[in-house]
């Protein structure tokens, strides 16, 4: 193996290894919010985040051990009623001399909003938002940022608001009991390795392939 491919790799089983360590599904090409194995009826919605929009929470449920900057994710959510929690944060470049030890970039990052909506099974949402065109703009957006949460065929679920710390669910969304010990599919005893191995295995070949893909680029 060639030394400019030890970053790539280390960066793949960096990946997999946070993976583990959060109890995701075995999809790396998806988020799961839930905990536990869900009944084989049940057909999840999507919420699709670009990389400016980074999930803090849904549903009570920490999300950021799964953030890498500017990536963009697909985060699986339960039918009904959903919370998300999530920042607004885009970096733009310095114009002009950067000094020693100063950051050569600006950092514009939003208050944290939540949006409230209830999903359909198997339906796919996104996140609408001004585009700014430069910094200023940007800076200017973060004075009343909102995002809406929008449906395929346009519809506005959601409009989010300031997060004020305090949930707003009416029922008890996470986590969703597992069937039984076995039933992640993950070893229960085991290192990391054992633990990556299987969720290798349990991904479907186009996964595999889209992984692959994003982690050699």
Known sequence: ???????????????????VMA???????RVDTWEGQLPATTK??????????????????????FLIEDLALDYGLLPGENEVVFRYKTIWAKSGVVRNGESKVHVIESGTQVARFKASPDAVYGFEFDKPA?????????????????????????????????????DNRTPVPASGVESTGLPQEGGTLEKLKAIWADASDEDKKAFLRWAFE
Do not use: Y
């Open 23 to 29: 109890g995701c599904a075995s999809s790396v090409a």
């Open 1 to 19: 193996m060639s030394m400019c491919h030890v970053p790539r790799l280390f960066k793949l089983l960096a990946v997999l290894a946070s993976v």
């Open 44 to 65: 999840p919605a999507v919420l699709q985040a670009p990389g400016e929009i980074q999930v803090v929470s849904v549903n009570g449920r920490n999300m950021t051990n």
């Open 134 to 170: 430069s910094r200023q703009e940007a800076e200017a957006m973060m004075e009343s940022f909102s995002a809406k949460i929008v449906a395929g065929n346009g519809t506005v679920l959601a409009v989010s608001e300031e997060w004020d710390g305090q949930s707003r669910l009416t």
